[in-house]
């Protein structure tokens, strides 16, 4: 059973900062693509963010432009996604997942579809 665990969620203020962290499995973090999605109540979930080893590809989310960075911390084998400046529009829980596969361990690809592998989720709240 593939485990992701998600964590670094909280309570910010506008304007904010906070660094969400995604533990993964070596096995997966050589070979998977592993995203970041936040859910908004009410709202569908969205992709906001993605890393690759396989062919070194990034993806940042529109909404994230400017204030979101992905990174791997080596030898920890954890994704960190900074959350920076951030707004109320941030709220939600944010998961990490996994894809694999040669079409899906890629960010050039949508992150709509096709992750095998999902962790619980970390509440992020911007609230003043």
């Known amino acids: 059973q593939v485990q992701l665990v998600e964590s670094g969620g909280g309570v910010v203020q506008p304007g904010g900062s906070l660094r969400l962290s995604c533990a993964v499995p070596?096995?997966?973090?050589?070979?998977?693509?592993i995203g970041w999605f936040r859910q908004a109540p009410g709202k569908d979930r969205e992709g906001v963010s993605c890393i690759s080893n396989r062919d070194s590809s990034r993806y940042i989310a529109d909404s994230g432009k400017g204030r979101f960075t992905i990174s791997e911390e080596y030898g920890n084998n954890t994704v960190n996604l900074q959350l920076n400046d951030l707004k109320a529009e941030d709220t939600g829980v944010y998961y990490c997942?996994?894809?694999?596969?040669?079409?899906?361990?890629?960010?050039?690809?949508?992150?709509?579809?096709?992750?095998?592998?999902w962790g619980k989720g970390t509440l992020v709240t911007v609230s003043s």
């Open positions: 070596k096995s997966i973090l050589d070979f998977y693509a």
């Open positions: 997942a996994a894809r694999g596969g040669h079409s899906g361990s890629t960010c050039r690809r949508s992150l709509d579809s096709g992750f095998d592998y």
